[in-house]
């Protein structure tokens, strides 16, 4: 038996999981022309098999909860998915404000409210590499937080 198609390449990877058009073409880059990996991406799109749309839904609803606005965009602008349906599918899927998801993550990680500055910077970059604003860190860390919750 013979190397797989191209095709059922594409349809093993997307019976994993979901993937962008622009994930999906690099993994089959190696396996064909450019020409026919695009062709097998679009029968796959006209399938409903593949839909940049539906993999921006299911990436934000699965880490919405522990990133922030500007890391979810730019992770999804790194996986080719374009700026319009980023922005789409942030405001429909992150139902919690920012704020609210910001100070979710923070009391995952951290119970107690800053002692002193060293400790407000630790906060504040754990928060900053999870894709959070810098005013809305300020704000947060600003906060009385209630020890007990």
Known sequence: ??????????????ARRDHSRAELARKLAAH?????VQAVI??????????DSRYAEAYV?????????SRLRSELARRGIDRELIEATLATECVESELERA???LRSRF????ADA?????????LQT????????????KEPRDESA
């Open 1 to 14: 038996m013979g190397a797989p198609s191209l095709r059922e390449r594409a349809l093993r990877h997307l």
């Open 32 to 36: 064909g022309e450019a020409d026919e």
């Open 42 to 51: 679009e029968r796959m799109g006209e399938l409903g098999l593949q839909s």
């Open 61 to 69: 609803r699965t880490r919405a909860n522990r990133f922030g606005g």
């Open 103 to 105: 100070r979710a993550v």
């Open 111 to 114: 119970q107690a409210a800053p």
């Open 118 to 126: 060293r400790e407000w910077a630790r906060q504040a970059r754990f």
């Open 130 to 141: 999870r894709g959070f604003a810098p005013e809305l860190i300020r704000k947060l860390l």
